[in-house]
């Protein structure tokens, strides 16, 4: 059973501040992930991460970014958030060994800018 | 380049009855990792099935089995004795490549238990 939780789980914010999305694991993952997904949409990857110290961007370009201090901990954060950035934001993690490297995601934070 | 497609926006079937979920994947790589997930309207996306591309066998997972065709590069999901819980989004993904770090993501199916 999966255990990664996001805070918050909706967020109603307006143009111009700055906000920072919670993603945290129990399960000792070496790899993390951020997806972005608009309503009804696949989702795309915009963030991941390999272990500590480590972030790539993904397939899909964001203005936001990441940090990963601790193995548990991936947060993103957008300095400036604007009504395009309204979407719902998904963390998922991955045990590095495991053959199926199986993802397992969080509940999300679904943002929206005003 | 991969990609995933799933040409059924929407689906209804009948509680108790069976459904098939299509998808169709394309990928030049010969190690790849075929996946399906659940969204409730929660949001959350649920890990239900995944298929190696060299598995011999189908995968099966409880009420969840899929039906892996490698030459028409398709991974359908059936669910059987379909419930009313089952009603969701569910998206196909893949994974290509033994170092690739992402899923890429099919458009999803919006599947509709009727009572």
């Known amino acids: 059973e999966a255990d990664i939780y996001q805070t918050p789980r909706y967020l109603v914010i307006g143009t111009g501040k700055k906000i920072t999305l919670e993603c945290s694991q129990t399960m000792g993952h070496d790899k993390m992930y951020w997806y972005q997904q608009d309503p009804g949409m696949e989702l795309h990857l915009i963030h991941y991460s390999y272990g500590v110290n480590s972030t790539e961007k993904g397939d899909l370009s964001s203005e936001s970014t990441v940090s990963r201090i601790r193995t548990e901990h991936f947060p993103l954060t957008l300095e400036s958030a604007r009504p395009s950035h309204t979407s719902q934001y998904l963390c998922?993690?991955?045990?590095?060994?495991?053959?199926?490297?199986?993802?397992?995601f969080g509940p999300g934070t679904r943002l929206l800018v005003l | 380049a991969q990609k995933i497609t799933q040409t059924q926006p929407g689906m209804f079937v009948q509680e108790k009855e069976a459904v098939t979920l299509d998808c169709t994947y394309d990928t030049s790589d010969p190690s790849y990792g075929l996946f399906w997930y659940k969204q409730p309207s929660s949001g959350e996306m649920i890990f239900l099935i995944y298929q190696g591309s060299y598995d011999q066998q189908n995968a099966t997972e409880g009420r969840y089995s899929l039906n892996f065709q490698k030459a028409r590069k398709s991974a359908n999901l059936v669910i059987s004795a379909s419930q009313l819980g089952d009603s969701a989004m569910y998206f196909c993904?893949?994974?290509?490549?033994?170092?690739?770090?992402?899923?890429?993501f099919g458009t999803g199916t919006r599947l509709t238990v009727i009572p």
């Open positions: 993904a893949m994974r290509a490549g033994s170092g690739a770090n992402n899923l890429f």
């Open positions: 998922a993690s991955s045990e590095y060994k495991r053959e199926s490297k199986t993802q397992y």
